[in-house]
């Protein structure tokens, strides 16, 4: 069992940052595979971003290569998002995810994931 909590959402002009945060209350986190998804209004939940347990592998959704970078500090038991050059399109709520020793590759689903942190709101401005 793992329970998630995500931080750092906000409103944000387009071509700004932001830097999420998803907090992990385990004590086998390094067992997981963490990733985010996003899911905009009337829209389903989708793939941004995961990483290994250790960090080794990482993947991206191509509408977010080159601007978000995923991470993770397993002595903290915390994985990032930093996000750059946002678009209005980023415009949805965030979720962090975690799967025991999944593959990484960048077609996860949603159904992957065994266990979700309740969201964070991420609104960019144009």
């Known amino acids: 069992q793992v329970q998630l909590v995500e931080s750092g959402g906000g409103l944000v002009q387009a071509g700004g940052s932001l830097r999420l945060s998803c907090a992990a209350t385990?004590?086998?986190?390094?067992?997981?595979?963490m990733a985010w998804f996003h899911q905009a209004p009337g829209k389903e939940r989708e793939f941004v971003a995961a990483?290994?347990?250790?960090?080794?592998?990482?993947a991206y959704a191509d509408s977010v290569k080159g601007r978000f970078t995923i991470s993770r500090d397993n002595a903290k038991n915390t994985v990032y998002l930093q996000m750059n050059s946002l678009k209005a399109e980023d415009t949805a709520v965030y979720y962090c995810?975690?799967?025991?020793?999944?593959?990484?590759?960048?077609?996860?689903?949603?159904?992957?994931?065994?266990?979700w942190g309740q969201g964070t709101q991420v609104t960019v401005s144009s």
């Open positions: 995810a975690a799967a025991v020793f999944a593959d990484v590759i960048p077609t996860m689903t949603a159904p992957r994931f065994a266990y």
């Open positions: 385990t004590r086998t986190f390094s067992y997981y595979t």
């Open positions: 990483i290994s347990w250790n960090g080794g592998t990482i």
